[in-house]
């Protein structure tokens, strides 16, 4: 029998290639906005076209679109940057149940740690679009606002698409959430909820043009 512990040591060389070549990669893209959504949805969902629809604008607008490189809305998403002939990136996750990396995609990273994959989807977005999703859609939701919350990265757009899907969720924030008082009034004004994916893809451009011509000013 293989004794486990004894390979430990060796693991954090294969998190390390990961996190290199995954930054590597990613670094020869420029501006990118992940878009993430349900891998269960299909083309005859509302969502599916909204997906398709936004990925398109942020092309159009000079962005690259990152998926997690499934089906369902990250297919949408990855097919709506391959319509506008943008850089469109599926970041695969190695799951027992082997996830198929959708035919939209221009390039395609693998990685086996699931940390490691979401460190990069923040480190390299410009802005996160969340549409419908289930658990991990929402992982990725509450990370990137409790990043921001906390000050661990710089605030950056958060864009939540499907209003009828996530009004219930907002509702439970306001009313539960933060009336026990375990989230600050200014905490709800982390993310923005939009259904015009050319609305979501403007704004984004209009804050990274701010956000750049900031770092351009002495002393700001």
């Known amino acids: 029998m293989t004794d ?45 076209r909204m997906a398709h629809d936004v990925a398109r604008a942020l092309v159009l607008q000079g962005f690259s679109v990152i998926t997690g490189a499934g089906p369902g809305l990250m297919e949408a998403a990855n097919r709506g940057a391959k319509d506008a002939h943008g850089n469109s ?10 996830q ?69 969720l907002i509702g439970w924030l306001r009313d539960t959430m933060l009336r026990e008082g375990c989230i600050s009034s200014e905490d709800l004004d982390l993310f923005k909820v939009s259904d015009d994916p050319e609305e979501v893809a403007l704004e984004i451009r209009r804050w990274y043009d701010a956000y750049n011509a900031s770092l351009d000013v002495p002393g700001v």
Do not use: C
């Not at 990136?89 to 082997?98: A, K, Y």
């Not at 460190?119 to 996160?128: P, R």
């Open 89 to 98: 990136i599926g970041l695969n996750i190695d799951l027992p149940m082997e």
């Open 4 to 48: 486990f512990t004894s390979q430990e040591p060796w693991r954090i060389f294969r998190i390390m290639s990961e996190f290199v070549d995954g930054l590597e990669e990613l670094s020869k893209l420029g501006a990118s906005v992940s878009v993430f959504g349900s891998a269960r949805l299909t083309e005859d969902s509302k969502y599916y």
């Open 100 to 168: 198929k990396p959708n035919e939209y995609i221009t390039q395609l990273i693998s990685f086996r740690y699931f940390f490691v994959r979401k460190f990069l989807f923040v480190k390299h977005s410009t802005a996160f679009v969340i549409l419908p999703g289930g658990f991990g859609t929402m992982d990725e939701l509450f990370e990137s606002l409790t990043l921001t919350q906390t000050l661990r990265i710089e605030r950056f757009p958060i864009y939540m698409m499907g209003s009828d899907y996530w009004g219930g």
